[in-house]
């Protein structure tokens, strides 16, 4: 492949992620956050070992700890408050209407914790398995006699991906690589909570699912630029297959992403990034979330339609070369542009770190 063709098709790659991106991954599930953090670590597991120092190994290790708080809403990229979303009760003379709810979450939290291990054929194939362990935790405001304010949690083991990656075009300068994976519905589908639905416990939201309940396709394009500037783009896509037990298919999911890291020092290179995301609303719906009468969703969590939208955010991070062997990734990130399926509630910060043996 000459070194023209392949900066042309380099940009129609980056221009397709471009049109993609009209709207992007903004309120999530836990399986969705999980699937989003796999971008970032398979970028450091291709491209944060120099080729000169390759192969000590044929096999890597990642250990990855991503978090991310959604906090406030937004309807569109207007913000709102969460007692314009909150319904005050037919004793108020409020009208209820379908962008207010007796149930509102205050701020959800997901934790995901990513073990990947991977295995080199040889330098142009890779094959890795990643399995997530999630935590969720929701707050809450309801109109509801003693459950004014409450807390839901879940949390367990999310759906396995295995991956294989293929160097696609390699040389002093730069290199890219194809990674296509399938993501196995080892997740739970069917958490339950104390809801303000009903006594007892019922089927949480989908905001509160381990996983998608579907079989799904990640892909993932990525170009490293070696030179004088260390410049890495990827463009992800999850797509998802059928409907799942319950009833519903979780929206797919795109990724633009752009990374330049700064060369001060053969230790410690830090780094930004900007990346655009996409996610459809969720299709389909589980009807166990449903209540009675005109207006059946009791909280914006339970409505599929108020999933997806777009996101722009900026990350700043830092990469630790501990040894020879060893790395170390600490990152930061907050959106900088939000537009939502709305009224939902918006994406507050995110972090993460990871800690990698690389090939």
Request: glycine residues 8%.
């Amino acid at each position: 492949m000459s070194l023209g063709k392949f900066r042309l098709g380099l940009w129609a790659l980056t221009a397709l992620g471009l049109i993609y991106s009209g709207s992007s991954f903004a309120q999530s599930t836990p399986s969705e956050f999980a699937e989003m953090s796999l971008t970032d670590l398979f970028a450091m597991s291709i491209n944060d070992v120099e080729k000169s120092a390759a192969q000590h190994s044929r096999w890597s290790v990642a250990l990855q700890r991503s978090s991310v708080e959604f906090k406030g809403y937004l309807d569109g990229d207007d913000r709102i408050s969460d007692t314009d979303v909150l319904w005050a009760g037919p004793a108020s003379g409020q009208p209820r209407t379908d962008k207010n709810f007796p149930v509102v979450p205050d701020k959800i939290v997901q934790t995901a914790y990513l073990l990947s291990v991977g295995y080199a054929f040889n330098d142009k194939w890779r094959a890795y398995v990643t399995v997530p362990y999630l935590e969720q935790a929701t707050d809450h405001i309801s109109i509801v006699p003693n459950y004014n304010t409450f807390k839901l949690k879940t949390s367990g083991v999310g759906d396995t991906l295995v991956s294989t990656s293929y160097r696609l075009a390699d040389s002093a300068l730069s290199d890219l690589w194809l990674t296509v994976g399938l993501s196995i519905p080892t997740g739970s589908i069917d958490e339950e909570g104390d809801t303000p639905r009903a006594p007892g416990d019922q089927q949480l939201p989908y905001t509160m699912q381990l996983g998608s309940g579907t079989y799904d396709v990640p892909i993932e394009l990525n170009y490293h630029a070696k030179g004088q500037h260390d410049i890495s783009l990827a463009l992800a896509a999850t797509i998802r297959s059928g409907t799942n037990s319950r009833g519903y298919r979780l929206g797919n999911n795109y990724l633009l992403a752009g990374r330049y890291k700064f060369n001060f020092s053969n230790i410690l290179k830090p780094y930004i990034s900007i990346g655009v995301r996409y996610s459809d609303s969720i299709h389909g719906a589980d009807t166990a979330l449903l209540v009675p009468g005109a207006y059946p969703y009791p909280a914006p969590i339970t409505n599929p339609d108020l999933f997806g939208g777009t996101k722009i955010g900026a990350q700043a991070g830092i990469i630790w070369r501990m040894s020879d062997r060893y790395r170390l990734a600490a990152e930061i990130g907050k959106p900088i542009y939000q537009n939502l399926n709305g009224p939902q509630t918006k994406e507050d910060w995110r972090s993460s770190i990871l800690l990698s043996r690389p090939f």
